[in-house]
T-cell receptor, first 113, second 113 residues
Framework: ETGVTQTPRHLVMGMTNKKSLKCEQH?????MYWYKQSAKKPLELMFV???????ENNSVPSRFSPECPNSSHLFLHLHTLQPEDSALYLC????????????FGEGSRLTVL | KQEVTQIPAALSVPEGENLVLNCSFT??????LQWFRQDPGKGLTSLLL?????REQTSGRLNASLDKSSGRSTLYIAASQPGDSATYLC????????????FGSGTQLTVLP
């Protein structure tokens, strides 16, 4: 199994839909992250979780709602998104939030119509 | 606020050449620096992690150096191959905000056969 697995890989949704992105890591890490990658822009950190507790919210709009039920799973719930939210959403994990390498999943390509 | 710059934005070289990718950062008080590779539409693959106390790291044909005082890192790729074609990203973890990485915009490398 790959270290960090994201599903779905591709998602198309309307502005009124509710959908969720899922991330699972098999590395025994304690910290998990959501990043957003838009065209022509550097990666932007969205959320950080450490031992299931959210430790960082980088001023993300409330239409993005993260959930971390345990150290191995991370969700990003999506509701009433805007077309400008279309991007590649990347999940990552690391041994802890302040040390070690980050390992990324393959990403979920989101298109909002 | 930390800023990370990668120059050039794009680079094209013939197969077999040795090449250097550059990364500069504005705040030298860093915790570590990490180089990633990203293939089109895919996630990020960690290549090398350099702790602030280290000056270089090597993995196969890759060598990354770090000069904190000048705010620079380089990624040296020896004997480039078409399979090395990808976008290379550097990311810095600050001591002041050790939970998140600041990413550069990347260098898109094309190795021509």
């Amino acid at each position: 199994e790959t270290g960090v697995t994201q599903t779905p890989r591709h998602l198309v949704m309307g502005m009124t839909n509710k959908k969720s992105l899922k991330c699972e890591q098999h590395l025994g890490h304690n910290a998990m992250y959501w990043y957003k990658q838009s065209a022509k822009k550097p990666l932007e950190l969205m959320f950080v979780y450490n031992f299931k507790e959210q430790t960082e919210n980088n001023s993300v709009p409330s239409r993005f709602s993260p959930e971390c039920p345990n150290s191995s799973h991370l969700f990003l719930h999506l509701h009433t998104l805007q077309p400008e939210d279309s991007a590649l959403y990347l999940c990552a994990s690391s041994p802890g939030p302040e040390n070690g390498e980050l390992f990324f999943g393959e990403g979920s390509r989101l298109t909002v119509l | 606020k930390q800023e990370v710059t990668q120059i050039p934005a794009a680079l094209s070289v013939p197969e077999g050449e040795n090449l250097v990718l550059n990364c500069s950062f504005t705040d030298s008080a860093i915790y570590n620096l990490q180089w990633f590779r990203q293939d089109p539409g895919k996630g990020l693959t960690s290549l090398l992690l350099i702790q602030s106390s280290q000056r270089e790291q090597t993995s196969g044909r890759l060598n990354a150096s770090l000069d904190k005082s000048s705010g620079r890192s380089t990624l040296y790729i020896a004997a480039s191959q078409p399979g090395d074609s990808a976008t290379y990203l550097c990311a810095v973890k600050d001591r002041g905000s050790a939970r998140q990485l600041t990413f550069g915009s990347g260098t898109q490398l094309t190795v021509l056969p």
